[in-house]
């Protein structure tokens, strides 16, 4: 059974980071696009970014592109989301996601639909 768990997500405050972690098991991890996603409250999950297989390929929503960092340790099975200068608008629930694909092309890697594998997702609250 695959199993994704996120962590390091926390209350933080504006201008500070953050870094996140996936841990996957139960799949070929290596083989795997991932994603991180976001959802705040009240709206619809978002895509944040991804990183293909290799970490050779990463796109990144307008949103977050310069500040955020997707990387991967493919011997640790895990994947990372380094966030710096937060903001109140990054607050949300972060998930990570699995793709099946080694890697997805720009528009692809943003649907949710091509993910398979979710985590629970982990709260990160950006003050002001």
């Known amino acids: 059974q695959v199993q994704l768990v996120e962590s390091g997500g926390g209350l933080v405050q504006a201008g500070g980071s953050l870094r996140l972690s996936c841990a996957v098991s139960g799949r070929t991890f290596s083989s795997s696009t991932m994603g991180w996603f976001r959802q705040a409250p009240g709206k619809e999950r978002e895509f944040v970014g991804a990183s293909s297989w290799s970490g050779g390929s990463t796109y990144y929503a307008d949103s977050v592109k310069g500040r955020f960092t997707i990387s991967r340790d493919n011997a640790k099975n895990t994947v990372y989301l380094q966030m710096n200068s937060l903001k109140p608008e990054d607050t949300a629930v972060y998930y990570c996601?699995?793709?099946?694909?080694?890697?997805?092309?720009?528009?692809?890697?943003?649907?949710?639909?091509?993910?398979?594998?979710w985590g629970q997702g982990t709260q990160v609250t950006v003050s002001s």
């Open positions: 996601a699995a793709a099946p694909q080694r890697r997805l092309g720009a528009l692809t890697t943003r649907s949710q639909t091509n993910y398979n594998y």
